[in-house]
């Protein structure tokens, strides 16, 4: 059974950074999608970027390019979000998730989920 574990959030100041882990658990990945995506209240599920486990092919939301970069530790087999210069707008509850095959951006498309990590932004 796959487990994804999101730590890392928190309450940051405008401009501030914080970097957001994933350790994920219960099978190999190789072939897989690792997707961060973000809900804030009221909102949608909405995606922020994702990496694909065997080659580190990276994507990104334009919202969040050139401020949010997503990596991956294959040995710890963790997926992390660093955010740069982060705004009240991406005040938001932080989940990762696995999908198999070609990368998505539509969140149905993702079968596994975490739990959750909230970021707050204050102004």
């Known amino acids: 059974q796959v487990q994804l574990v999101e730590s890392g959030g928190g309450v940051v100041q405008a401009g501030g950074s914080l970097r957001l882990s994933c350790v994920a658990s219960?099978?190999?990945?190789?072939?897989?999608?690792m997707g961060w995506f973000r809900q804030a209240p009221g909102k949608e599920r909405e995606f922020v970027a994702a990496?694909?486990?065997?080659?580190?092919?990276?994507d990104y939301a334009d919202s969040v390019k050139g401020r949010f970069t997503i990596s991956r530790d294959t040995a710890k087999k963790t997926v992390y979000l660093q955010m740069n210069s982060l705004n009240p707008e991406d005040t938001a509850t932080y989940y990762c998730?696995?999908?198999?095959?070609?990368?998505?951006?539509?969140?149905?498309?993702?079968?596994?989920w975490g739990q959750g990590t909230q970021v707050t932004v204050s102004s």
């Open positions: 998730a696995t999908r198999w095959g070609a990368p998505s951006y539509s969140a149905a498309a993702y079968q596994d």
């Open positions: 219960g099978r190999t990945f190789r072939g897989y999608n």
């Open positions: 990496i694909r486990w065997s080659d580190a092919i990276i």
